[in-house]
């Protein structure tokens, strides 16, 4: 069975504070979004107590030691960092029968990007996309209290981008970079953590342009049913998406003596659907600091090209081997996915109905209990020109 290990270290310096052993871990990793983190720290005794006060220090003493907020966690499984996940919530409880129990939330490191805000103006005119990435992460990091040592890594994109932030829309900087990714002919990124030549830990905000990870040819995550992939799952909502889209932006009347309305761009149909009787649904986004109606246009048509119809997440949990090709770095890689049972029955050929090579684009991991087998849950991305 594999052996997962849970370091917690200060956020700002990585410096070690202690290992726990937590339970009922579940973590995620997701592209643009944060994953979460969460866990159970049963406290058994006194010395487990006094251990653990090292990483969650208790109401009576100084809270700037350590903490929610002041923590990082790093999940190890056989020696190989997992992931990294900033402790953001942490609830000691006792119950009826005496026992002790510490309840830890938390989220990877994408998650402090929305808890940093732009405080100063900024603007860029003509710039690739990708420099305006990276040039955000490096202005967030700018002062000592905030540089989490999170290196930009990625090549320019070739798409240029005008771009103006002000400090009095105190917007928060995942913001402003998931809008910046969430266009058409954007970037994805994700912030990944691993082990250099050295064993030292590096975290880096990694771009891809269009999109991350290997071609579908590449492909080694093999999962079939009968087989290593236990059970599936084949959401459809309609409730998440919409068949005509707009985009809106800020006032750019200025006059305060003068009514002033949002800037709102054109309307962009889901042709494709209506063509074929979709009835009209409709989304307005909002996109706060967007003033000229190009950029407005450029959101609208992301959502009407990604979101339009019904929002299908197709999921899978599947048996990890103990030297599995699975990773929670692989974000973006593809993986073969074979199913054959009531649902996806073999055709009149005698080939799977359901044989796909699609890409991943969230992991979820639960480590065993002893004695159980170890699982993780990859959701999935279907495949926009048929499948590789």
């Not at 006060?53 to 020696?79: K, T």
């Not at 342009?209 to 459809?236: C, H, I, K």
């Not at 973006?332 to 080939?351: E, M, Q």
């Amino acid at each position: 069975m594999s052996a997962y290990r849970y370091l917690f270290c200060d956020l700002l310096t990585d410096r070690p504070i202690t290992t726990l052993e937590l339970a009922g871990v579940s973590f995620e990793r997701r592209i643009v979004q944060a994953g979460t983190f969460q866990a159970t720290l049963p406290v058994t005794n006194a010395q487990t107590a006094e251990r653990v006060r090292q990483v969650f220090p208790p109401e009576d003493q100084p809270r700037s030691l350590a903490g929610p907020g002041r923590v990082i966690c790093h999940v190890y499984r056989n020696g190989d960092l997992w992931g990294s996940y900033v402790i953001w919530q942490a609830t000691p409880a006792g119950d009826s029968r005496g026992k002790v129990t510490l309840q830890i939330q938390g989220a990877s490191l994408e998650s402090y990007l929305h808890r940093r805000e732009i405080w100063d103006d900024l603007a860029f005119t003509g710039e690739d996309q990708i420099d305006i990435a990276h040039a955000l992460i490096a202005d967030m990091q700018d002062e000592p209290a905030g540089n989490l040592g999170i290196v930009p890594v990625g090549a320019p994109s070739g798409v240029l981008r005008d771009r103006q932030y002000k400090a009095s829309e105190a917007s928060t900087y995942g913001d402003r970079l998931a809008e910046l990714a969430n266009l058409t002919d954007g970037f994805e990124y994700c912030i990944r953590t691993y082990l250099n030549g050295e064993g030292e830990r590096v975290r880096e905000f990694v771009t891809g342009q269009p999109r991350l990870g290997r071609p579908a040819g590449d492909a080694d995550m093999v999962f079939t049913r009968p087989g290593n992939l236990l059970s599936w799952s084949y959401e459809s909502d309609a409730t998440k998406a919409a068949t005509r889209w707009r985009a809106r932006g800020d006032t750019v009347n200025d006059d305060l003596t003068t009514d002033s309305e949002p800037l709102v761009g054109p309307a962009v149909p889901a042709q494709e659907l209506l063509d074929v009787g979709w009835p009209y649904v409709d989304r307005t986004v909002d996109y706060q600091g967007a003033r000229d109606v190009a950029t407005l246009q450029g959101y609208a048509e992301y959502y009407a090209a990604k979101r339009s119809g019904a929002v299908r997440i197709p999921q899978i949990t599947v048996r990890l081997a103990e030297d599995t090709v699975v990773h929670p770095n692989r974000l973006g890689d593809h993986a073969r996915v074979t199913i054959v049972d009531d649902w996806w029955p073999l055709g009149a050929d005698g080939r799977p109905t359901f044989a796909h090579t699609w890409r991943v684009v969230g992991f979820q991991i639960t480590p065993p209990a002893r004695g159980a087998a170890e699982q993780a849950t990859l959701i999935l991305e279907e495949a926009e020109d048929g499948d590789a």
